[in-house]
């Protein structure tokens, strides 16, 4: 909203000048703003000469700047009773709407006038400020030209102007046009050098465009007193954390904490305690940051920064329903609050409430249109409800000479952001090169996820799976079952029962071995960066053989962009019967190894991941052999629906075959998004 200027003294030494000395006190009271004491004045005033014209008007624009702009529209339409067509009582009659933030009904009324008074700079003004705060900013920018074509170099139009652009500025980046938006906020030095609600704005487009480097020297430019120091080092922390350098954010943040201790001002005070908190939070420094929360309740406990933070906190440390709570306390304080809404959204993100959350970026849009954040937020969670096809082509070779090709569609289709269907067909051929074994296998399945309750999903799947080897064929139920569910913060457990079909090589798809795969798998995250994950599976074989499988892995996330995690797995396997001659079926099977897994950015749209382990292996008592596996690939984002994954992978680690056993893997895999929103979008806009 763009400041408004009042003209009396404009208006009144035009008319009547500095001799009215009776009334010359509440001039100067209205111009120092100290509108209840000028309302008090001319009220007395009035007392004696009821019909002051002058006085009338003063009085009137003491009440509305006062705060009862309602009650100065009565007066002034009043006035204009009694003194039809008077410009100066028409002024403030306009001017009152503008108070009251009613400027659509201004609009027509300052048309009417400067219509009739095109050289009047108090009209033409007020129009240009009229359609600035209609948001109607190329049209105010002309008005405010004319003005200053009137009078030029007047303060208040050039202040004017500077608003305006302002305004217009932000427009365009939140239309994303941030080159229109970095030249409107330049164009304000030239009235007004080194404005600093200019460099604050540029400095913020700077941050949104990632222009890191170009933030921080704006910032920097800001930085000419001891007050403004404080408030660039608290943007340069921001910059900083979004330059993924969260160390050096904390470093200058804790420099602003120790700055702001010494000049005692208390709304900068805040602003540097609550950047610093949120410094140590990027560093998962949770405890401490606690702490500081903690402290900082005891002075400023209702606060909407406090409550901000403390739903930061929650986030970062896996509690989102208390979030929620305290983005609720932050909307109860002020409901147009965009980090309420839009955090709150978030929130309800992370406790797997899906249609709230939506319901949450709606209203953040009906506030603050076309922002960018929330615009993004609804398309990430579109992304996880569109229907899609999902195509994994792989070519596989191992040292037996067996070669595979196998391709595999899914097609995926939500009905709702609790029930979704899939369809899916794989087909593998296989053989093997010495013994000219030949196989395939054709496996067509449907299934659906439903999730009866938030962060606990059933998933079913079924179908059939039809192998041929030489003239012979069998066809064979499949069956795949999980309970997904995250019985404590941070803990994720899944079950699950599958029927399969070993279709690993020729020779064991001709055997038709049937395997029953009772399993958990249990993953436990910590705040301090480490976490276990656990994966065990008792088998039963339709060659009533049996096998136990358990594996477990320590890891440590070292970096998180790119992320970096290093940790020691350990594998153990036993079979109940020992069929060397058929498969890899040792009584007693070990291998631990130490590993790495680094993701990362190459590009906007293009990402990495690279990961191998190595190690030692030991099938029964036979001495240790060195294993070693590795991966990588490449994925990129061709389009907003359409996206490739290129991968290959090694690993000589015992498997299904026999020890000294040696695997290579090179495979596509595609996403298709096939609708550009979800199939209910339009029930959950509604």
């Not at 208006?11 to 009334?23: D, E, H, T, V």
């Not at 201004?106 to 009209?123: C, D, Q, R, S």
């Not at 999730?451 to 039809?466: E, I, Q, S, W």
């Not at 699950?496 to 993953?523: S, T, V």
């Amino acid at each position: 909203m763009l400041k408004l200027y009042t003209l009396c003294l404009f208006l009144f030494l035009s008319f009547y000048g500095m001799a009215q000395n009776p009334l010359q006190p509440g001039f100067t009271l209205l111009e120092n703003g100290s509108f209840e004491q000028a309302e008090t004045f001319f009220e007395g005033y009035l007392s004696d000469d009821p019909k002051n014209k002058t006085a009338l008007i003063c009085y009137g624009r003491a009440v509305g700047l006062s705060g009862e702009p309602e009650k100065a529209t009565e007066l002034f339409a009043d006035l204009l009773k009694e003194y039809p067509g008077d410009f100066e009582i028409q002024i403030n009659y306009n001017e009152s709407f503008l108070w009251d933030k009613k400027f659509e009904k201004a609009e027509p009324l300052y048309a009417e006038l400067v219509e009739a008074y095109p050289e009047n700079f108090g009209a033409v003004l007020g129009y240009a400020n009229t359609l600035s705060n209609l948001k109607k900013y190329k049209e105010a920018l002309e008005w405010v030209e004319k003005a200053l074509v009137i009078q030029p170099g007047n303060p208040s139009a050039k202040t004017s102007r500077k608003y305006m652009r302002l305004g217009y500025a932000n427009a365009y980046v939140n239309a994303q046009n941030y080159k229109k938006g970095e030249s409107l906020l330049k164009e304000i030095f030239i009235d007004f050098p080194e404005d600093k609600d200019a460099l604050l704005n540029l400095a913020n487009l700077y941050l949104i465009t990632k222009e890191v480097d170009q933030a921080k020297a704006t910032y920097q430019r800001l930085a000419t007193s001891s007050k403004d120091s404080i408030t660039a080092l608290n943007g340069i922390a921001l910059a900083e954390h979004i330059g993924e350098n969260d160390k050096q954010a904390l470093v200058v943040a804790t420099t602003a904490k120790e700055k702001a201790k010494t000049l005692g001002d208390e709304a900068l005070m805040e602003k540097t305690y609550d950047r610093y908190v949120q410094a140590l939070i990027w560093n998962r420094k949770y405890n401490l940051a606690k702490t500081e929360i903690t402290t900082l309740e005891t002075k400023y406990a209702d606060k909407n920064w406090l409550y901000a933070l403390k739903a930061m906190h929650g986030l970062y440390t896996g509690s989102p329903k208390k979030s929620v709570a305290n983005y609720d306390a932050i909307l109860k304080n002020d409901s147009a609050s965009f980090d309420g809404n839009l955090g709150k959204a978030n929130a309800l993100f992370a406790a797997d409430l899906i249609v709230p959350a939506y319901q949450a970026a709606f209203g953040t849009l009906k506030i603050f249109k076309d922002q960018k954040d929330a615009i993004g937020f609804i398309d990430k969670l579109n992304i996880s409800f569109t229907p899609t096809i999902d195509e994994h082509l792989a070519y596989t070779f191992d040292n037996g000479k067996n070669v595979a090709i196998s391709t595999n569609t899914t097609a995926t289709v939500p009905l709702s952001t609790k029930f979704s269907t899939n369809l899916s067909y794989n087909y593998r051929t296989t053989e093997n090169t010495i013994t000219d074994n030949k196989a395939s296998s054709h496996v067509l399945s449907a299934g659906f996820d439903y999730k009866f309750l938030p962060k606990t999903t059933f998933k079913a799947v079924a179908g059939l799976n039809k192998s041929s080897f030489d003239t012979e064929d069998y066809t064979q139920p499949v069956i795949d079952v999980k309970l997904l569910l995250q019985p404590f913060k941070l803990q994720n457990l899944e079950l699950g029962y599958k029927r399969e079909i070993q279709n690993f090589n020729a020779d064991l798809i001709e055997r038709e071995i049937i395997m029953n795969h009772l399993g958990l798998n249990y993953n436990l995250g910590t705040n301090f960066n480490l976490g276990w994950y656990t994966q065990a599976i008792h088998t039963t074989q339709s060659d009533n053989n049996t096998r136990n499988l358990l594996f477990t892995s320590l890891y440590y996330n070292v970096l998180r962009k790119p992320a970096l995690k290093v940790g020691l797995n350990y594998q153990y396997l036993s079979f109940a019967e020992q069929l060397p001659t058929i498969y890899f079926s040792p009584e007693k099977y070990q291998a631990v190894e130490v590993f790495a897994d680094l993701r990362g950015d190459i590009a906007k749209n293009t990402q990495y991941m690279m990961s191998a382990a190595t190690g030692l292996q030991q099938v029964e008592d036979d001495p240790n052999t060195v294993i070693f596996r590795a991966e990588a690939g490449i994925t990129h984002k061709f389009s907003k629906r359409f996206s490739g994954n290129l991968y290959g992978k090694y690993s000589n680690i015992a498997s299904a075959t026999a020890a000294g056993f040696e695997f290579t893997e090179i495979g596509l895999k595609l996403k298709w998004l096939i609708t550009k929103k979800p199939l209910f979008y339009k029930r959950i806009v509604q």
